[in-house]
């Protein structure tokens, strides 16, 4: 496994910028490359992240021991281009996971540029489904969009995005207790029913919405939102919290993976939002609702995407548009006008994630069309 990640499988080792360090776990040799330290904070650092992995991943093809079969993730086409170099070296044979289609669905205003970009983002999608031996993808609403928009005829399958649900847990007295939750967050002295987004602050997630639902919660003292992560929408969404003089809202930086996993099990209803295009909204299947969902842990997602309908059709969640904070804070009062329903939901949550994004499952689906390709 090659990987600029660094809580795989578990943790936060610290990186330098430079150093590829080697390590086994479980027979599994892992090459972690650096990482430059920007991930998250910006659109420019995550774009430069991006490309030093790409850069420190052809450094690194001469560790590499020889493989069959290289299956490629991560953010396109960064990931791409050293694992068709691997292919051609190595001589072996290439699955790319499309888990998106940036830069084809990213959001921007309607320009020339926007234009500009996404036909790049077409052309470098066409190259790497070119080069590729077969595909995986994270949806069926995914491969019935590459397969008739690239015309592609070659192997594929669907690999729902997996989550450790021997980690991310259901646990009804974690949920009462909010033990990890008060130590983090001092308003937490009283019982709260807690409302969780974590990870990217940027634009698309439009975290002032979700102030704005706050500011329509206030006279519920029961709700307390919590925002976790960075990005360069944080520093905003915050003064107008503060301009309202909120006080049923938080800000949390990033914390570890370890955390991350007791937090979300502690949570009472979790968010995913999202307001962009709808292409980018309509595929769109995150791992974050695979985690909260195994906690046992109902989501509200974007109204017309992937996982906002399974959801909403399993009885785990709600489809809302984000672009209206009222919206969100609606969906929250059902939810305390309805504890015994709720309860069912959580049950439902943990078996659909168990059934769907379990690494057994996944692992099992992955193995199979692994063979396909390697025969």
């Known amino acids: 496994m090659v990987t600029s990640v660094p809580h795989y499988p578990l943790g936060l080792p610290k990186l330098d910028a430079f150093h590829i360090s080697e390590e086994k776990k479980e027979g599994l040799l892992i090459i972690r490359l650096p990482t430059s330290g920007l991930l998250l904070r910006s659109f420019l650092g995550r774009l430069i992240n991006y490309c030093w992995y790409a850069l420190f991943c052809l450094i690194s093809i001469g560790k590499i021991p020889?493989?069959?079969?290289?299956?490629?993730?991560?953010?396109?086409?960064?990931?791409?281009?050293?694992?068709?170099?691997?292919?051609?070296?190595?001589?072996?044979?290439?699955?790319?996971?499309?888990?998106?289609?940036?830069?084809?669905?990213?959001?921007f205003k309607s320009s020339l540029g926007n234009s500009l970009i996404q036909g790049i983002g077409y052309s470098l999608n066409k190259l790497i489904l070119g080069f590729s031996d077969g595909i995986c993808v994270v949806s069926e609403r995914v491969l019935d969009f590459i397969t008739y928009r690239y015309n592609y005829k070659k192997p594929a399958t669907v690999?729902?995005?997996?989550?450790?649900?021997?980690?991310?847990?259901?646990?009804?007295?974690?949920k009462k207790q909010k033990k990890s939750l008060k130590n983090l967050v001092p308003e937490l002295a009283q019982n709260k029913f807690v409302v969780l987004y974590h990870g990217v602050l940027g634009p698309v997630q439009k975290i002032e919405n979700i102030v704005e639902a706050a500011k329509l919660a206030q006279t519920i003292r029961q709700i307390l939102f919590v925002i976790v992560g960075e990005g360069e929408k944080k520093q905003m969404a915050k003064r107008l919290a503060e301009d309202e003089d909120l006080d049923n809202i938080v800000f949390l930086p990033m914390i570890n993976r370890k955390l991350i996993c007791k937090i979300v099990a502690e949570s009472d209803l979790g968010l995913l939002p999202i307001v962009s295009n709808p292409l980018h909204i309509h595929f769109l299947t995150t791992i974050k609702a695979a985690e909260f969902l195994a906690c046992g842990t109902p989501i509200?997602?974007?109204?017309?995407?992937?996982?906002?309908?399974?959801?909403?059709?399993?009885?785990?969640?709600?489809?809302?548009?984000?672009?209206?904070?009222?919206?969100?804070?609606?969906?929250?009062?059902?939810?305390?006008?309805?504890?015994?329903?709720?309860?069912?939901?959580?049950?439902?949550?943990?078996?659909?994630?168990?059934?769907?994004?379990?690494?057994?499952?996944?692992?099992?689906?992955?193995?199979?069309?692994?063979?396909?390709?390697?025969?």
């Not at 990931?79 to 959001?107: C, H, M, N, Q, Y």
């Not at 006008?337 to 769907?356: G, Y």
């Open 66 to 107: 020889y493989s069959d079969v290289v299956i490629c993730l991560g953010p396109h086409p960064f990931t791409d281009f050293p694992a068709f170099l691997f292919k051609k070296v190595k001589g072996a044979r290439l699955i790319v996971d499309i888990s998106d289609l940036w830069p084809e669905a990213i959001s």
């Open 159 to 174: 690999v729902y995005n997996v989550t450790n649900t021997d980690i991310f847990v259901y646990d009804q007295e974690a």
């Open 300 to 375: 509200l997602a974007p109204v017309g995407s992937y996982i906002g309908e399974l959801v909403s059709s399993a009885g785990v969640g709600f489809e809302i548009d984000f672009a209206d904070p009222s919206q969100i804070y609606q969906s929250i009062r059902w939810v305390l006008n309805h504890p015994m329903l709720f309860d069912q939901m959580k049950e439902r949550a943990r078996k659909i994630a168990v059934e769907r994004f379990s690494q057994n499952h996944f692992a099992e689906v992955l193995c199979s069309f692994v063979e396909v390709i390697d025969r």
